[in-house]
């Protein structure tokens, strides 16, 4: 199931342009996506690299412009890459490794980049199938943490992510950067807490937390599926109130003297052991 998957619209081809200067208000509105307030009032976002325009084009997001360095149009994979986003509207802007520098604030950047256009799903779009397991994270921080969490929650199968409360934003820059595409592949759902709380009282399989104080291996946890994991907080971990809620709370052991494991990859370790039965090589 992809719930993300919508067919692709007719839409009118989109314009193709050559840009040479930095000053010109397209590549300023590109740049400006850095920001969350752009991002959040735009509704837009940007893939760096071919292989993310290529899996949005793929998973039928709509991808408003793609901006290719000017001579890399020859490549056969990149031309066919800019005609099928125009073919569905993108406009199409040639520019120079300099201007792709400034876009993407890196001294070797891409030769391509898409602007494409945020996706997430409605509360009422959560409907676990029996075998899944979904992933709550709580106010997590890290755009990092987050990318990260988004790639293997789509190596594992995963039904989607729900971010509870406030937190990172999915489609910044280094967010989208650590998923390495899994972005366009996972559901995404922002949650308040009274939302999830009210999501967590249907749920009809097992709602585990993950918690330094539990006294529970990870390994001898009851998975009952459709899984809810519940993760906690960088600095602060699991609220109270959400601990509450689970079912059960477990804790991955340390040998060693570190205080707990980062975010993701204790999201990473616990995803493997759930779906222990379901992935196989
Ligand atoms: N100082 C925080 C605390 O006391 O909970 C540490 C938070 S930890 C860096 C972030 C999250 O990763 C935790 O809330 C939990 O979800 C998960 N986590 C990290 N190490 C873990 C472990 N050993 N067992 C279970 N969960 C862990």
């Given at each position: ?47 760096e690299g071919l292989k ?15 901006i290719h360095r000017?001579d890399a ?22 520019v120079s490794g300099e201007i792709l520098a400034k876009i993407t604030r890196r001294e070797n950047p891409q030769t391509v980049v ?59 820059v280094?967010?989208?950067r ?104």
């Amino acid at each position: 199931m992809n719930m993300l998957r919508e067919e692709a619209m007719p839409r009118r081809p989109g314009k193709v342009l050559s840009i040479a200067s930095h000053a010109n208000p397209r590549i300023k509105s590109i740049r400006a996506l850095a920001q969350v307030k752009q991002r959040r009032e735009s509704g837009l976002f940007v893939a760096e690299g071919l292989k993310l325009v290529s899996d949005a084009l793929q998973q039928n997001w709509p991808v408003r412009m793609f901006i290719h360095r000017a001579d890399a149009i020859d490549q056969p994979a990149i031309a066919a890459a800019a005609a099928r986003s125009r073919a569905r509207g993108a406009d199409i802007l040639a520019v120079s490794g300099e201007i792709l520098a400034k876009i993407t604030r890196r001294e070797n950047p891409q030769t391509v980049v898409g602007v494409i256009e945020q996706r997430l799903i409605a509360a009422e779009a959560i409907k676990p199938r029996a075998d899944s397991v979904w992933i709550a994270l709580e106010r997590i921080k890290d755009p990092g943490n987050l990318g990260t969490i988004i790639r293997t929650a789509d190596a594992v199968g995963t039904g989607g992510i729900i971010l509870i409360g406030p937190s990172v934003d999915p489609f910044s820059v280094e967010a989208v950067r650590a998923t390495m595409g899994s972005i366009f592949h996972v559901p995404i759902a922002r949650l308040g807490d009274e939302h999830f709380q009210r999501l967590r009282e249907g749920w009809s399989g097992a709602v585990v937390g993950t918690h330094l104080s539990s006294r529970i291996d990870y390994r001898a946890a009851e998975y009952r599926e459709p899984v809810l994991l519940v993760m906690g907080n960088e600095q602060s971990g699991l609220s109270e109130a959400l601990a509450n809620a689970c079912d059960q709370l477990v804790r991955i052991p340390i040998a060693g003297e570190a205080d707990s494991l980062n975010l993701a990859v204790a999201t990473a370790v616990m995803l493997y052991e759930i779906r222990r039965n379901h992935i196989s090589l």
